[in-house]
């Protein structure tokens, strides 16, 4: 089991920049494609960024391409979420999460992952 811890939120001024971070305990986290998620207040969760087990492929929602980029370390067992250009549409609570199956494809449907952090609020005022 992989248990998924969010940090790096907080608020800020459209234009400006964070990152997040996702700490994996467990064995197996090296194996899993990861994502990152959104929800927007008082809207669905929606797919953010994914980035496989290598860290060779990502894919990214059209609402954050060029904007956002996805990252992992293996060896410190951390994926990342760099946001620049944040707008006041990226308000959401973040999540990351883990793919249902090792070695898989860079997937969107939140339902391919099983494994959920607690989610890190992101503000960004306008």
């Known amino acids: 089991q992989v248990q998924l811890v969010e940090s790096g939120g907080g608020l800020v001024q459209a234009g400006g920049s964070l990152r997040l971070s996702c700490a994996a305990s467990?064995?197996?986290?090296?194996?899993?494609?990861m994502g990152w998620f959104r929800q927007p207040p008082g809207k669905e969760r929606e797919f953010v960024a994914a980035i496989d087990w290598s860290g060779t492929s990502t894919y990214y929602a059209d609402s954050v391409k060029g904007r956002f980029t996805i990252s992992r370390d293996n060896a410190k067992k951390m994926v990342y979420l760099q946001m620049n250009s944040l707008k006041p549409e990226d308000t959401a609570v973040y999540y990351c999460?883990?793919?249902?199956?090792?070695?898989?494809?860079?997937?969107?449907?939140?339902?391919?992952?099983?494994?959920w952090g607690q989610g890190t609020q992101v503000t960004v005022s306008s």
């Open positions: 467990g064995r197996t986290f090296s194996s899993y494609a």
């Open positions: 999460a883990k793919d249902r199956s090792p070695y898989g494809l860079v997937k969107s449907d939140q339902y391919a992952y099983d494994n």
